[in-house]
């Protein structure tokens, strides 16, 4: 079986690179031959790995809509796959993909990446996505042999959009590995990692630290690991300097062993999105032993359920209360929901695992046969 993904395995697009990279690589132990083209490494990029077949496209001549005018002749020269899967939605490289799937007559499915959520879709272009919707976009959507989401939210939001195309639920992986750094202190520290954009809601740890002045002066710290949008993060940073916050620090973007010795740092990871399709961050927290919170914004009520952390409402007064709760337990208790954390991601989010479930949607797209499937929804 071939198959070719677009995408980016680019370090500096967060988790979409990690996940993307994850399953190809699943695919590949599997015998599948999984591969992916790519525009062009941002000036500051790297690959998240080099064990994925990467083929590299021309760059777009402007980055909003990624438009190449080489693109579609570029896919075409690297032969026949059976299988096309765009990863991402609104910008040319799905529709060039498409394109080429339709015309050899081969199926293809797409993953939106969170991005037909409706809050996704009101706060940016919004105009620009709802005639892209109504022009192209859901057309393409309900030819595609299936259209793979990560959680059942997400799943809701495409059918409330008028998606009647299969719909697969298919959570994102992460490797599961020993990390040897560990942590080197004794400050209760709570940390943020991703990118920094407003929907992030960044400054809810910021006002929770100075609701919790009292508490968390002494020996707590707000670690702030990412980069992003420079004026919101500029206004965290002032927003630091306006309160008189001297326990809240800014790493700015990290990756490698920088990256794993500051989440090694952290007594527990906070992702207090409004909205998020799965969260990998999350992923990244659990898979270190590390207690999270997330909000019910994001998929995660299995924090609760496996009691490996905090599934909250989105609200400063939630975010603040769990904060409070979490600096005062004791250490064995975060100790064993780390440990529970573990079991949960080794047991469900393995690269292994997803691989599988990858592979089992393939074939069975392949087969006409999706209805053997325990985790893809037909719209009947």
Known sequence: ???????????????????????????????????????????????????????????????????????????????????????????????AIIDIARKRGIPYLITPRGMLYPQDIQKSNKLFKTLSLKIRLLNDLNNAACVQVTCTDEM??????????????????????????????????????????????VESLIYAFHELKNLTEQNAELLIIGSGENKYEQFLKSEVKRLNLNNIKFTGFLSGKAKDEA???????????????????????????????ATKGAPWEELEKHQCGWWIDYSQKAITKTIEEAIKLNNESLHLMGERGYELVVEKYSVEAIAKSMYSLYNAILENNLKSLDFCYLNE
């Open 263 to 293: 989440i090694a740092s952290l007594s527990i990871l906070a992702m207090p999105s409004e909205f998020e399709n799965l969260g990998n961050v999350i992923l990244e927290g659990l898979i270190r032993k590390i207690p999270c919170i």
């Open 156 to 201: 809701i939001h495409c059918r409330n959009l008028g998606i009647t195309s299969p719909i697969a639920i298919i959570p994102n992986p992460i490797e599961i590995k020993e990390y040897p750094e560990k942590k080197k202190d004794t400050i209760f520290r709570v940390g943020y990692l991703g990118r920094l954009s407003p929907r992030k809601n």
């Open 1 to 95: 079986m071939k198959v070719l993904h677009f995408g980016t395995l680019d370090v500096n697009a967060g988790g979409p690179a990690m996940s993307t990279y994850y399953t190809l690589y699943g695919l590949q132990q599997l015998g599948i031959d999984a591969e992916i083209i790519m525009y062009p490494l941002s000036p500051t990029g790297k690959l998240k790995g080099e064990k994925v077949p990467v083929h590299f496209a021309k760059a777009p001549w402007e980055n909003k809509f990624a438009y190449s005018p080489s693109l579609k002749k570029e896919i075409k020269s690297l032969g026949v796959y059976d299988i096309y899967h765009a990863q991402g939605v609104w910008q040319y490289p799905t529709y």
